[in-house]
């Protein structure tokens, strides 16, 4: 049951960061469009708006659950056994280092393979098939939101 609250809150965030980048990328000027590829515009929002997404609906959560299971763990253990409490609390800043140095070294690879050239496919599609995003149409003339 709480997996689809979940669920469900995560895609309204989605959608409403969809809206949000388009109704920013609509406002950019035709210049920054001439400068970048359709396919590349595209894969980015779709991509970071799904990564996002994502974190909201998986990451986020897990992240409270473990600040809970940690804080009632540490409040059992104090209540049993001060002294091995703090020892224990000790090699608790070890692993928050080696954590993040580990977190630091493994996405790189991971992140660079991700974004790879998904781009280039997004704009061939889009234009071979006439999409408003491509190129050929964002260069006709609009005149009083009529294209011309």
Not at 23 to 43: A, K, N
Not at 75 to 80: A, P, Y
Request: hydrophobic residues 40%; aromatic residues 10%; charged residues 20%.
């Amino acid at each position: 049951m709480s997996r689809a609250y979940t669920a469900k809150a995560g895609e309204n965030f989605a959608k409403n960061m969809r809206d949000a980048l388009f109704s920013h990328v609509q406002r950019l000027p035709m210049e920054w469009h001439d400068r970048h590829q359709t396919g590349d515009i595209i894969q980015r929002c779709t991509s970071d708006v799904e990564v996002i997404r994502n974190f909201v609906v998986t990451q986020l959560l897990e992240v409270f659950r473990t600040v809970f299971l940690v804080t009632v763990s540490f409040g059992m253990m104090f209540s049993m056994n001060v002294k091995l409490s703090l020892v224990v609390l000790c090699f608790v800043p070890v692993v928050a280092l080696y954590s993040t140095i580990f977190y630091r070294l493994d996405r790189r690879p991971f992140y660079n393979s991700r974004r790879g050239g998904r781009g280039a496919l997004h704009s061939g599609a889009g234009e071979c098939h006439g999409s408003p995003g491509g190129k050929g149409f964002r260069k006709r003339k609009v005149r009083d939101g009529t294209l011309l």
